[in-house]
């Protein structure tokens, strides 16, 4: 139990464009979601909470007109990186925790965006 | 808000020999202490957690150990072997906001 599926899992797409990301949990309802950036042989720096239903909350200094995060139902919330640029090139994942309040969050696979 | 600290940031080991990795916490209030291993590309996945209200925990060749007091946790992995060599990230919950906040990694290579 407790799956947490992230799609696409790499995409490569022209500067200037959008793409959307899509975290759903399987078997279990989420209503907080977390998405996340790592560069290469970093750690994870969370970019925004969602909850479902109302807006995102975004850590500091990351643009939430860049990054739009959607979060309509229990068991999905999207991440579209808007206009993207190479420097947004990088490996996004998601996170969830279940309704019930466990403690314990599940990771989506990830997605490699490259921009070019 | 809270701040997680890990060290070393790249651990050697020979097969065989225990590793330990080291995270401190500045908000008192966080009281769930994940420790997750990523392998390159791939999503981390939890090895090993610990709730404020218990000191140590041990699941086989890993352990946990907590001092709330000095706002410290640590991972012990003991009995190394080579398919342990991963990144290993701390987190901690913070009190404020319900997120998980990481450490910054620690590649760990077992040396056969």
């Known amino acids: 139990g407790a799956v947490v599926s992230q799609h696409p899992s790499w995409v490569i797409c022209k500067s200037g464009t959008s793409v959307k990301i899509e975290c759903r949990s399987l078997d279990f309802q989420a209503t907080t979601m977390f998405w996340y950036r790592q560069f290469p042989k970093q750690s994870l720096m969370l970019m925004a909470t969602s909850n479902e239903g109302s807006k995102a909350t975004y850590e500091q200094g990351v643009e939430k007109d860049k990054f739009l995060i959607n979060h309509a139902s229990l068991t999905l919330s999207t991440l579209t990186v808007t206009s993207a640029h190479p420097e947004d090139s990088s490996f996004y994942i998601c996170?969830?925790?279940?309704?019930?309040?466990?403690?314990?969050?599940?990771f989506g696979q990830g997605t490699r965006l490259t921009v070019v | 808000g809270e701040n997680v600290e890990q060290h070393p940031s790249t651990l050697s080991v020979q097969e065989g020999d225990s590793a330990v990795i080291k995270c401190t916490y500045s908000d008192s209030a966080s009281n769930y202490f994940p420790w997750y291993k990523q392998e390159l590309g791939k999503r981390p996945q939890l090895i090993i957690d610990i709730r404020s209200n218990v000191g140590e925990k041990k699941d086989q060749r890993i352990a946990v150990t907590l001092n709330k007091t000095a706002k410290h946790f640590s991972l012990h992995i003991t009995e190394t072997q080579p398919e342990d060599s991963a990144v290993y990230f701390c987190?901690?919950?913070?009190?404020?906001?319900?997120?998980?906040?990481f450490g910054a990694g620690t590649i760990l290579r077992v040396k056969s």
């Open positions: 987190a901690a919950l913070a009190g404020y906001g319900n997120k998980l906040v």
């Open positions: 996170s969830a925790r279940d309704v019930t309040g466990r403690t314990e969050a599940f």
